[in-house]
Structure formats: structure tokens, C-alpha cells
């Protein structure tokens, strides 16, 4: 639409004459023009948002690309979904520090940018620059694909194992309830975990063959079904073992948990009560480290593995002396804690965030 009149001058209403604000170089805010009424595009109109009283969230106006100040125009970022970091950083500059770091990644690895990113951090907190209290990465595979290594084993035939081993379990401890009521028995936290102690039992545990110490390992306690019907495929058991589950007395019989006074020739260590086998783990490792550092024992590259469950992580022995294993720098301790979400009582507290939780405590 052209016209000869000057719409303000002639005290015209732009919306109400279907006039194009932009088109005739009008004004809005000269105009006291309503932007979003009259359908204006703030940004193309070069319209400044806070002169002229918009709401850039109605507006739908993108904060960060019309150099919108977003505090100073009373902007809700999370409604707006403005990154609040992003609101007062310049993206110019973030760009650059961004691609600075990538470079480094590209041309000197990830160790380099873990020891820059390290080195920068310790400079902020020397300046007195805040940062977060806590440190948790991002609820996902931390392994990137590439660095993946392929299984070696025949996984068919592994997991048609560990099926029948589920099973096994499974069956043992309902037919012994069966047999008698009130016997009890636990299925979920093995059910759960099966994959875990697969893959340790099959690739990382090592017995005393060739002259190793053999690597020590404190099972978790309610995952004991599943250790026994493992060994009953291995024939260790045979089927009057399983049937006496949680029925020992005699000889002939499983123990409800690992128990190394009634099975002595099974278990290395008694993991139950729940939190036992953790704080176990890391004065075993604590003293394993102090016998190699003085020559009373040589324990060369002998590892202990620590199984334990999300929920029993609430118990005040299970994280009780992580601090020890953090201060003496146990690299010969690997706990693996299987999240399930299950307590004895009752399902793991909140969200489902439990792994980031574990993690600013373990980490």
C-alpha cells in the first residue's frame, strides 16, 4: 500500500488503516503502534524492545540475536528458553574459546584438553572466580563409540548363559519358598545385575593360576542366588544344594548370604549386613597398598572388586571411609555399583538421578 500521507502527522491509526509500518518507514514507537498487534517483526523494523515496551517472549523475539539485554527488559530466560549463561556472554567470544578447545583436542588428544581445562580451573579459583560445587557429567555413555573395544567372546552364547543363570536363581529361591513359608530370598538385585557379574567373571576376575594372588572380590549380599546358580552350571553345586537354599545346617545346604564361616571353601568375604562389604573393600585395599609399599607382601597388579546397590549406599558403613580410598589413592579398589532403583523398603529416592548423586560422591 503507498500513500501521499504522513500516517502520523494525519494522526492515523496504522492497524485500523491495515497499513504496513515497515513499508511506509513508519515509526511504531512515534506511532505509539502496538509491534505485536500490528504483526511487526521487531528485529526488521530495528525496533529497540525495551523503548518501545515489547515482550520479547509474546513477540517471539530471539533475546540473544536482537541484542536484547534480557535483565534489563524484565526477560524470564528460562520462558524464553534463554540459556541465563548465554544472556551475558558474548557468543563471539564463546565461539572462540570454544574452537580454541576443540583444536587442542584435534591436534594434541583429550588428555591435553583435560590437564588445559584442569589448569584453567585452578587459575579461576586463584582469581576467586566461582564455581560449581559439584561436578557431574551428563547421564550417558562416558565411553565414546570409538574407544569401544569389541568383545572378544562369543556374546550368543554369553547371553544364553546368563539366561539359564537367571533362571536358575530365579526357581532356587521361589522353590524354596515354596517348600517353606517365610524362608525368604532375593531375585531383583541379581536380576538386575547379572550382565555386571557376567562380564567380571567372564574378562576381568583372575584366580590363582600361574602364580597370581588372584584378585579378591566382595560379592553383594542379596546377590547371592545368582553366584549359586552360576556355580551349579559350573557343577560346583548340584541340584540337593539348590533345593537346601537358605537351609545350610548339615553340610548340604546355601547360605542366605556370602558367608565365609558356614562356606568356607565359597566365600572369601561376609558381605551382609548391607554396607559391610564396602567398608571391607577399602581397609582390604588400604592394606594390601601399605604391605606392597614396605616389601612384607607382593601383591603385584591384584585387584578388588566391590559390588554393591544403589540403595545400600544409604547405609552409613558403605560410603562411611570412601574418603580414605580417595586421600590414599586406592587405584587398586574398583567398586561397581548396580542402580537399580530398588531398596529393601521401598524404591531409591527421587528422580531417577541416583547415578550423578553417587557420582559427586565416588568420582
Not at 579398589?333 to 527421587?350: A, E, I, S, T, Y
Request: aromatic share 6%.
Amino acid at each position: 500500500m503507498s500513500s501521499s500521507v504522513d500516517p502520523v502527522e494525519a494522526n492515523l491509526d496504522p492497524v485500523e488503516a491495515n497499513l504496513d509500518p515497515v513499508e511506509a518507514n513508519l515509526d511504531p514507537v512515534e506511532a505509539n503502534l502496538d509491534p505485536v498487534e500490528a504483526n511487526l517483526d521487531p528485529v526488521e523494523a530495528n525496533l529497540d524492545p525495551v523503548e518501545a515496551n515489547l515482550d520479547p517472549v509474546e513477540a517471539n523475539l530471539d533475546p540473544v540475536e536482537a541484542n536484547l539485554d534480557p535483565v534489563e527488559a524484565n526477560l524470564d530466560p528460562v520462558e524464553a528458553n534463554l540459556d541465563p549463561v548465554e544472556a551475558n556472554l558474548d557468543p563471539v567470544e564463546a565461539k572462540e574459546w570454544l574452537d580454541s578447545l576443540d583444536a587442542v583436542t584435534r591436534n594434541n588428544g583429550d588428555r591435553v584438553s583435560s590437564d588445559l581445562i584442569r589448569k584453567l580451573t585452578d587459575h579461576a579459583r586463584d582469581q576467586g572466580i566461582g564455581l560449581p560445587a559439584a561436578i557431574t557429567t551428563p547421564f550417558k555413555n562416558t565411553i565414546n563409540p570409538e574407544d569401544e573395544r569389541v568383545m572378544p567372546g562369543d556374546l550368543f552364547m554369553e547371553r544364553r548363559i546368563r539366561s539359564l543363570v537367571r533362571w536358575n536363581a530365579m526357581a532356587m529361591v521361589m522353590r524354596a519358598n515354596d517348600n517353606e513359608d517365610g524362608l525368604g530370598g532375593h531375585i531383583s538385585s541379581f536380576s538386575s545385575s547379572a550382565t555386571l557379574y557376567d562380564i567380571g567373571m567372564n574378562y576381568f576376575f583372575r584366580g590363582t593360576a600361574n602364580g597370581h594372588p588372584g584378585d579378591l572380590v566382595f560379592y553383594q549380599g542379596h546377590s547371592a542366588p545368582g553366584m549359586y546358580a552360576r556355580s551349579y552350571l559350573e557343577g560346583v553345586f548340584d541340584e540337593s544344594h539348590l533345593e537346601n537354599f537358605r537351609r545350610e545346617v548339615g553340610g548340604k545346604g546355601l547360605s542366605s548370604y556370602p558367608h565365609p564361616w558356614l562356606m568356607p571353601n565359597y566365600w572369601q568375604f561376609p558381605t551382609v549386613s548391607m554396607g559391610l562389604g564396602p567398608i571391607q573393600a577399602i581397609y582390604q585395599a588400604h592394606v594390601m597398598k601399605y604391605q606392597q609399599k614396605r616389601g612384607l607382601v607382593d601383591h603385584r597388579d591384584r585387584k578388588i572388586w566391590c559390588f554393591l546397590g544403589d540403595g545400600e549406599c544409604d547405609e552409613p558403613e558403605s560410603l562411611g571411609a570412601i574418603g580414605l580410598a580417595g586421600r590414599e589413592g586406592l587405584g587398586n579398589l574398583h567398586f561397581v555399583v548396580n542402580c537399580n532403583l530398588q531398596r529393601l523398603d521401598g524404591p531409591v529416592r527421587g528422580n531417577g538421578k541416583i547415578i550423578q548423586e553417587l557420582e559427586d560422591h565416588l568420582v
